[in-house]
């Protein structure tokens, strides 16, 4: 095969299917046929709101699974048939956070999906050193798409310092909240999760939260105290002011905040109690491949069936309609869309092993 179909985004609200060559590997990269690629909610925002990391024109598409079809020169221990998930992020290796183990803060950090063509296509290229073989999982391809974004939660997990015994709060179970209810549960801690809507609460009680709590019902801190948990870590994974607000009003002295979603505009900050009160204040943002990647396998594994959170597979030909404009609007049907770039029509998802 010589040419693919692929998603490529020219510019803000102009993303074209188009038939584009299949690129040959060159030296330490690795040609992988598409099995899946989630859509995330930052293609969604390159393509509705405005170009932030994208560098047009350039396929989307950071979040896929497939099959090696080809390897470069230099590549070893990756063959040829191997069903391998990639990371997203591309590292120098040489700067001083790739050399301390945190090569999401690179120097020189680009993104496959927005720098680099990605995944919303038959076939994509990534460097050998951020793919990792995963034939020996046993895990379902559908399930395996579900990796990245996983790793997202392992990470922000792993950034808190979370740990058995603990409480924690996570606000918003959306496309990464409900992933970091995995993650947090997997550490032994305590969670409280909070969201507007009671589907999403009762889905993370299946993915090992504790407790739930409908925003605004009452305050976080009456529920708290209800529950008797006195709270190490809170994940602030929704972006809003309210849910920051919460939180803030929550948060007693020595808590440990990690503010996950991206607020919007610039929020007042009140600094002098987050300092008597010695809050900690942890940023969170990609994933290093090499810590959060076998542990978002690993997570994956746990479950037997996925559908709940990614049920339905739909076609490339659907990204817009079905993918990136409900994730623009509020009114994504599930947590997370996959896409098959093979499919002519939408399917259930594969999840048993």
């Excluded at 870590?233 to 002295?253: N, Q």
């Excluded at 997570?299 to 339905?312: C, F, K, P, Q, V």
Aim: hydrophobic share 45%; proline share 5%; with cysteine.
């Amino acid at each position: 095969m010589t040419s693919m179909r692929a998603a490529v985004l020219h510019d803000v609200g102009d993303l074209r299917i188009e038939e584009v060559e299949v690129p040959a590997p060159a030296e330490g990269e690795v040609l992988i046929r598409v099995a899946v690629c989630g859509v995330c909610g930052s293609d969604a925002t390159e393509f509705g709101r405005g170009l932030v990391l994208a560098v047009p024109p350039v396929t989307l598409g950071h979040e896929f699974v497939g099959v090696v079809a080809a390897v470069g020169r230099g590549v070893d221990g990756l063959a040829v048939g191997a069903t391998v998930v990639s990371g997203a992020g591309v590292s120098c290796g040489e700067c001083k956070p790739c050399r301390n183990g945190r090569t999401n803060l690179c120097r020189s950090y680009t993104t496959v999906g927005f720098h680099h063509d990605g995944g919303l296509a038959g076939y994509v290229l990534v460097p050998a050193g951020i793919v990792l073989d995963v034939s020996a999982s046993g895990l379902a391809l559908d399930t395996l798409g579900l990796t990245q974004p996983m790793a997202i939660a392992v990470h922000a997990v792993r950034r808190s310092g979370l740990r058995a015994g603990q409480d924690a709060v996570i606000v918003g179970v959306g496309g990464i909240g409900a992933f970091i209810a995995v993650a947090a549960a997997a550490t032994g801690a305590r969670l409280l999760v909070v969201d507007l809507n009671q589907d999403r609460i009762e889905l993370a009680l299946r993915l090992g939260a504790a407790s739930g709590l409908i925003s605004g019902s009452m305050p976080m801190a009456a529920r708290l105290d209800e529950l008797g948990m006195d709270v190490d870590v809170f994940f602030e994974v929704s972006g809003s002011a309210a849910g920051l607000a919460a939180v803030l009003d929550a948060a007693k002295p020595g808590a440990t905040i990690v503010p996950v979603g991206i607020q919007r505009g610039e929020p007042a900050l009140p600094l002098g109690r987050w300092t008597l009160n010695e809050f900690t204040i942890v940023g969170t943002v990609a994933h290093v491949y090499q810590d959060d990647f076998p542990e978002a396998v690993r997570l994956l594994g746990t479950r037997e069936d996925w559908s709940d959170i990614a049920g339905e597979v739909i076609p490339i030909d659907e990204v817009v309609e079905a993918g990136l404009q409900p994730l623009l609007e509020g009114r994504s049907r599930q947590i997370k869309t996959l896409v098959d770039p093979w499919a002519s029509t939408p399917r259930a998802a594969q999840h048993s092993r």
